[in-house]
């Protein structure tokens, strides 16, 4: 929630610790930036549970002197030996914005693309793969007014709005086209709905879900869902299209969909600059998994030509 209050010159002497103020012509908005309530502890699949598993605990650039991302792990239930990484991000604190790319979803055109401009990178705190290919998502995609693929309703759909806020919904169902709406990836149908995974998963699947490299269930996913209080939830691993279901269940995803898969291609990585106003760069990068092969470099080589998405100070 972002509250703002009008104040004149002189009634903005007893506000000058307020986090964020913009100068709006005689007056001045003061503007409170106001966090969401901090993720609890995820219950673990397994017992007992090691040290730290499912513990958020604060990564990046702090917004407003405040941790805007957690991040934690939870072993899968099938699989001791492999943990997922999880990762939560506080909507109120942090906005969203879709970074396209001359491969995904094609186009020269876009004002937002690798890499991150030295501007975007004094306010960067994390970034995350987007979805599969257009030609593999079975949905369409929207951005800076260019519809490259036409919107499918019914698909699990990435929606960022005008603000900076974000949400994750079915198109048409859960989300649909408003003056507000900025861009929109979709990428197949919704993974999770009304808190529960989907009907119909196959720990087995290896393309229902998406081609899986050499036909391997457990290959590298990745999802991104929504909180009933409005956070996105990232989730990463090695692991079946049911682990990654309930993984994003577990995370409190009321809705959720797929995003990339395979060894190749997911990446989260949050940025700490030494100083609170410092660049994001490569060097201050840290990956969500150490297996992850896309590194935080990724989002600042103009060679990275797929879609993300990017975490920002408000």
């Not at 219950?43 to 934690?72: I, K, M, Q």
């Not at 790319?101 to 690798?114: C, D, I, M």
């Not at 720990?203 to 879900?209: F, L």
């Not at 269940?249 to 990585?269: E, I, K, Q, T």
Request: net charge neutral; charged share 15%; proline share 8%.
């Amino acid at each position: 929630m972002v509250k703002i209050r009008w104040l004149t010159p002189v009634a903005l002497c007893v506000v000058l610790a307020s986090p964020v103020s913009a100068t709006a012509g005689a007056s001045r908005a003061v503007i409170y930036l106001t966090p969401l309530p901090n993720p609890s502890s995820l219950r673990t699949f397994l017992h007992p549970s090691l040290s730290g598993e499912g513990v958020w605990h604060p990564v990046g650039r702090p917004v407003s002197g405040t941790a805007a991302v957690s991040e934690t792990t939870l072993r899968l239930p099938d699989n001791p030996t492999v943990v997922a990484g999880l990762a939560w991000m506080d909507t109120n604190l942090l906005s969203a914005r879709l970074y396209s790319g001359s491969l995904s979803p094609g186009g020269l055109f876009w004002k937002y693309t690798a890499p991150v401009s030295p501007a975007a990178a004094m306010s960067l705190v994390a970034a995350f793969n987007g979805g599969f290919k257009p030609a593999d998502s079975k949905g369409g995609y929207l951005s800076e007014g260019h519809l490259v693929a036409p919107l499918r309703k019914g698909a699990a759909s990435l929606v960022i709005y005008r603000d900076g806020q974000a949400t994750v919904g079915a198109w048409g169902i859960d989300v649909s086209m408003t003056s507000a709406v900025v861009a929109v990836r979709q990428n197949l149908t919704l993974l999770v709905d009304h808190a529960q995974p989907v009907a119909g998963l196959n720990p087995g699947d290896t393309e229902t879900w998406g081609s899986s490299l050499h036909a391997i269930p457990n290959t590298w996913r990745s999802g991104l869902g929504v909180t009933k209080d409005g956070a996105l939830v990232y989730v990463a691993g090695p692991m079946t299209i049911v682990d990654l279901a309930d993984m994003l269940v577990r995370a409190g995803s009321v809705r959720a969909m797929v995003l990339d898969m395979n060894p190749d291609w997911p990446l989260y990585a949050t940025f700490a600059p030494s100083t609170p106003g410092g660049a994001a760069d490569a060097s201050n990068g840290t990956n969500l998994l150490p297996g992850m092969i896309e590194t935080p470099s990724r989002v600042f080589s103009s060679a990275y030509n797929r879609d993300f998405v990017t975490m920002s100070a408000r």
